[in-house]
């Protein structure tokens, strides 16, 4: 039986990969592990799926939970406060739709999205909150197995030494996503985009751009550690954030 | 009309809904024209329904450019004001599908979100902007009149 199983995904799998391109990957499974309360009985696994460079599918499969209740689920980048992603408190960088599981407290959730809004550590963990209070986690899924490793390579664009950065601001992102900076580095955003967007932030008001348009640049020196969160107050989603350490 | 009360034309019906938790029925929140010349004749309002921890918000528009392209969204309070919603320059936390005015200049659109994304603070306001430029915000509805 597991032997026809394991021919038919194959099959599924070739397929896939004859059918997307080359650039196409096979599905990856993450499961997910309760936080919290062990004796919860909740379970389940994201599976992702690239199907071009710029389409993916991610699907939650959930059970356990508590039934017919509203659950919200975010893919969130890599944060400073551990290596382990689903301890290290990252911001969100992606939701999947709101959902609401079942009577069995089973519920299935997908989300399509573009790789590159979710690779890396952009992408480090998926959690599910309850939707009445975002701060009861249930079930976290890491996707980057080494959170430390990857985000030494994907975070530090420049030597900590350096006291300039740029930020590229796209239509509708920030890249990089995640930025760490020591204390005392001029960060220069640039409108590589093609619609107006603005730089601000509710974590440090300082950050204040007027609207910028297309080939236009903002800059704010970094000088008080911790991470801030700053967004395009015209746009859905397109937030980003800066640790700064101490030099 | 439909059914619904206006709650106290706008300015007792956003204390009420800082906590949107509290009342089943739907609320109405009047849009007021920004200072600045785009569509004047701007205005209209939002009216939010509460079900199983759900909202689904609904604007009403009128006054808006024929056959032009708009975006909505709900805005958190942000960092500009703690006063004054519309003025506070914070993140989107819930937009509404893309629309466009029809050949009288109206518009109607609805979105449907998990109360936690837009209450409190996270829902202090409704903008409607260009879409081709959303940096003209014509009109706005504050939701909840100070932060915190």
């Not at chain 2, 004749?41 to 009128?62: I, K, R």
């Not at chain 2, 708009?70 to 893309?98: K, L, M, R, W």
């Amino acid at each position: 039986m597991s032997r026809f199983f394991r021919s038919n995904s194959v099959l599924a799998s070739a397929l896939l990969l004859s059918s997307a391109g080359a650039a196409a990957m096979p599905t990856l499974t993450f499961p997910f592990k309760t936080l919290g309360t062990p004796t919860s009985g909740a379970s389940g696994q994201l599976t992702v799926r690239t199907l071009s460079p710029t389409s993916s599918v991610s699907v939650l499969t959930l059970r356990g939970l508590m039934p017919s209740t509203p659950y919200v689920a975010h893919y969130h980048a890599l944060g400073a406060a551990s290596s382990d992603p689903c301890a290290s408190n990252g911001p969100i960088t992606l939701g999947f739709p709101a959902f609401r599981t079942n009577a069995q407290g089973q519920a299935t959730v997908l989300l399509r999205a573009d790789p590159a809004r979710i690779s890396g550590t952009l992408g480090a963990y998926v959690n599910v909150h309850t939707a009445a209070n975002l701060t009861v986690v249930p079930l976290c899924a890491s996707v980057l197995k080494t959170g430390k490793a990857q985000a030494a390579q994907s975070t530090t664009t420049a030597a900590p030494t350096a006291l300039q950065q740029t930020v590229k601001i796209g239509d509708n992102f920030f890249k990089p996503a995640v930025l760490s900076v020591a204390a005392g580095t001029t960060v220069t955003w640039t409108h590589t985009g093609k619609v107006t967007h603005n730089v601000l932030s509710v974590d440090l008001p300082g950050i204040r751009s007027a609207d910028l348009h297309p080939g236009e640049s903002y800059s704010y020196t970094f000088k008080t550690p911790g991470t801030f969160t700053y967004y395009c107050s015209y746009h859905e989603g397109m937030s980003a954030t800066i640790t700064v350490t101490n030099r | 009309m439909m059914g619904h009360k206006i709650v106290l034309l706008g300015i007792a019906g956003p204390l009420l809904l800082g906590s949107c938790a509290l009342f089943g029925l739907p609320t109405t929140y009047l849009f007021k024209h920004n200072p600045n010349q785009a569509d004047p004749s701007a205005g209209g309002n939002a009216v939010a329904s509460v079900s199983g921890g759900m909202v689904s918000t609904t604007l009403s528009l009128s006054g808006l450019t024929p056959g032009k392209a708009y975006i909505a969204h709900y805005h958190a309070f942000g960092p500009d004001s703690s006063t004054n919603p519309c003025a506070s320059n914070g993140p989107v936390t819930q937009g509404f599908p893309n629309f466009m005015a029809d050949a009288s200049g109206n518009a109607s659109v609805t979105v449907k979100t998990d109360m936690a994304k837009i209450e409190g603070d996270n829902g202090a306001y409704l903008n409607v902007h260009y879409a081709s430029d959303p940096s003209v915000v014509p009109i706005c509805a504050p939701v909840k009149l100070a932060k915190g």
